[in-house]
Each structure stands twice: as C-alpha cells, then as structure tokens.
C-alpha cells in the first residue's frame, strides 16, 4: 500500500519542476542564433592560417566578422579539428616592443567589420595536430554570444 503522499506531489516539488523548466526554456533563448534583416547576422569571411610544416606547433587564425546587427557580440571559442587548444589574443603596445596577451572573448561592434590579423586581434591555434599544406581546407566552429556557433571554412595559405 502506498502513502497518498508517493502519488501527489508536493506544492514545493511542482514549483521548483516548474522553476527548472523557465530557466531551461530562457536558457534556450540565450543560445538562439542572433538574425537581422532575413539572414544572419554575424557572417565570417576569409578565414585562413598559414601553412605548417610540423605537428604541434601554434598558428594564428585570420578571418573578417562582419556584424550586421544593431548590437555588439563577442566571441567566445574556436574549436578547430586540427588544433588541440585555442586562446583568443590581442597585441599589447604597451612599454617596450609588441606584445600578444591572452583575452577572455574578442569584442564585435554593433553594425561592423573587424577584421582578425596577427597584428590586432587574433586567434591562436594551439598544438597543431597535422600539418597544414597551401591549398587544404578544414572547418572550425565560431562561437559567438548572441550569434551562437557558425562553421566557416577555414583556408591553408603558403608560408610567410
């Protein structure tokens, strides 16, 4: 025989079941892929690395954002199949000669283009798993906050 309380829930377990389901359903909406004007609104172009003739070792990522939006984004992550790791980096000018710094998210203004280059803004790809040759292409997932993850093409150029 059961106890009338193993068959009706409690007040208390409906509204924390409830609770959950508002946070899982708002969490939902924040991961939802921003669009402006009947398409994307975050697009990346010219995506490319330059070559490596070696395993393990670092390259930077290139590419152009273009934010159509009327509000800024950020990007978060790369997760690239060739690379173990990824940093997001910015060159300090500081006191004495260039110098790259590790940051949390790269900012992308409202309605722009920034463009990442081994000079400004970059990406970092960490412990190349495979050589890369001019010519070859692989895929990385861009992870941005309002715009959710993209896949782009990402381009192998010759050395330097």
Known sequence: MFAASTLVPDQHCIATFAGAAVFVLHLGAAVTPAHG????????????????????????????????ADVADALLRVRCPVA????????????????????????????????????????????????????EAFNCSIVFQKAGTIETEVKVHGLP
């Not at 172009?45 to 070696?54: K, L, Y």
């Not at 710094?101 to 990442?116: D, K, M």
Request: proline content about 5%.
């Open 84 to 135: 173990n790791f990824s940093e997001k980096h910015t060159v300090d000018r500081g006191e004495g000669s260039p110098a790259m710094r590790a940051i949390p998210s790269i900012p992308i203004a409202a309605s722009s283009t920034t463009v990442l280059k081994p000079d400004a803004y970059h990406v970092m790809l960490l412990q190349t798993r495979q050589m890369l040759a001019a010519g």
């Open 37 to 68: 004007g009947g398409g994307e609104a975050v697009k990346i172009s010219d995506a490319w690395v330059h070559a490596a003739e070696q395993v393990g070792v670092n390259v930077v990522l290139s590419m152009t954002i273009k934010n159509e």
